[in-house]
Structure formats: structure tokens, C-alpha cells
């Protein structure tokens, strides 16, 4: 009988006993373990500390990963204006992160944590990529932490744009051109805008968006200004940066559309 084993961490790779019986090396590995020796009890407490220190590895990685986002929010994070401050995460890293976060609070006397606890909501994401963000706003427990917030309403009134272009086509349309002939019908109950479209490079450009908006507002209507570092706002680009929901249906802009694909092709 011989003895092989390898202790590896999946998360630091860190491998133990790299010159020893069972390491990999063939000069030992040919030596025979007998069984209930020294050597089987002497291996075996190798792999076990091995273990330990990787695990000791990754818990502090993880907990500089924690302050770091601890530092961001006392950096970045003006608690006079937010209302609400979501943590979400897979799993238990948001529960982690919060206890982290708060014992961190009374360890440091951080009253500005402290007083802000009730402001922190964790809430469940399926991966932590940045467009679990739409999942988490779109739950209702949220948005009803949420009513009065800008994101809550942007997703809000995306949501219904969709909805409106899929069941009614007649009364929602994207794109700057069938916008503003809606808006010369006075017809844009609400406009959703990106304000990307406010820093264009081009000056005559930027002032017809303005107009856009102007036009909307004098008329009774609604302006929503979406912020493209959301995801609502990078979704709105995607459909040109601008789109209308109207208040009655316009039949003429949907024929023009299909006019214009015809000739297209």
C-alpha cells in the first residue's frame, strides 16, 4: 500500500506538504506507509493544518473585501439623502456583511451607522452581477419599502412602457423621431429619458432633448429622467435613449414605421 494525498484550498489553491510522503514527489512517494504508523498520524495532521491555514486565508480575504465596501459607504454614501440602502447577495454574504458591518460600528463608535441601521434592508439576488439590481427592485417588498424613491419609479415606469408597447403598440413609441412627432400631437402622457442624452458632444443636439423635455412638460405632460449608471437607465438606451407612453393612440407613427422597414427592405 501507498500513501497519496494533497490538501488544496478551491478558493486560495494553497497545497500542503510539497516535500513530503504523499506530496506528488516520486522520490517519496515510493516509500511504503505501514498501516497504523507514525507516518499515516503525521500525514494526516499535515492535511488537517493545511486546511486550517487556507481556510484562515480566505476568511481574511473576505473580511478585507467587507471593509472595503464599509470604507465605500462612509466615502460615497450621504445618509441625509438616501432613504434606503439595499444589500443583496446569494446565499448569506449579505447577513455576513452586515454583521460584519455593525459590529465594525460599535467597535469604532461609528455613530453615523449606528443612527442609519434602520436604513439597511437585505434582500434575496439570484447572482451578484449588477442586473440582479432589476430583480431586486421588481420585488414587492421592496418597492414598497421604496414608493417614494427615484430608482423605485424608474423601474416603475419602464416596467409600464413595456407592458403598454407589448398591449397597446399604438400608444408607446421609442426613438427620438416618433417621440417628438407625439409631441407635436400633444399627445405624451409621459416621456422617459436618459439623461446621457444631456451630455452629447453635439450642441444642436443636446438643445433638441431639451426642447423635447420642454415641449412634454408645458403641455401637461410627465418627465421621467432615468440615470444611465442604473439599470433601468442602461435598458432605456438600449431603446434609444427616449420613449413615450401617450395618452390616446396614434395610428399614423405605427404605419410610418412599417412604411419605412418596407422601403428598408
Do not use: W
Not at 232 to 241: A, D, K, R, V, Y
Amino acid at each position: 500500500m501507498r500513501c497519496h494525498s494533497e490538501s488544496r484550498c478551491g478558493s486560495c489553491g494553497n497545497a500542503g506538504g510539497s516535500s513530503q510522503p504523499g506530496s506528488g514527489d516520486p522520490r517519496h512517494d515510493s516509500a511504503p506507509c505501514k498501516s497504523g504508523g507514525h507516518h499515516s498520524s503525521q500525514e494526516t495532521g499535515k492535511l488537517h493544518s493545511a486546511r486550517e491555514d487556507c481556510v484562515c486565508l480566505c476568511l481574511q480575504a473576505l473580511e478585507r473585501f467587507y471593509e472595503a465596501v464599509m470604507q465605500a459607504i462612509l466615502r460615497h454614501i450621504n445618509f441625509d439623502v438616501v432613504k434606503c440602502f439595499l444589500v443583496g447577495s446569494p446565499g448569506f454574504v449579505k447577513d455576513q456583511f452586515i454583521a460584519y458591518l455593525f459590529r465594525e460600528a460599535v467597535r469604532q463608535d461609528n455613530k453615523l451607522l449606528l443612527e442609519n441601521r434602520p436604513k439597511f434592508m437585505l434582500v434575496h439576488s439570484s447572482s451578484g452581477h449588477k442586473y440582479s439590481l432589476k430583480e431586486i427592485l421588481s420585488d414587492p417588498t421592496v418597492t414598497s419599502r421604496l414608493s417614494d424613491t427615484k430608482a423605485a419609479g424608474e423601474v416603475k415606469a419602464l416596467e409600464d412602457f413595456y407592458k403598454m408597447l407589448q398591449h397597446e403598440p399604438d400608444r408607446a413609441f421609442y426613438g427620438v423621431a416618433h417621440v417628438e412627432r407625439a409631441a407635436e400631437a400633444l399627445a405624451i402622457d409621459t416621456l422617459l429619458i436618459s439623461d446621457n442624452l444631456f451630455r452629447h458632444q453635439d450642441v444642436p443636439t443636446r438643445s433638441r432633448y431639451v426642447r423635447l423635455v420642454d415641449s412634454v412638460r408645458d403641455n401637461g405632460g410627465n418627465v421621467r429622467i432615468f440615470s444611465s449608471l442604473h439599470v433601468s437607465g442602461e435598458q432605456l438606451t438600449q431603446l434609444s435613449g427616449v420613449a413615450a407612453m401617450l395618452r390616446f393612440p396614434i395610428a399614423d407613427l405605427s404605419e410610418e414605421e412599417d412604411g419605412s422597414s418596407s422601403d428598408e427592405d
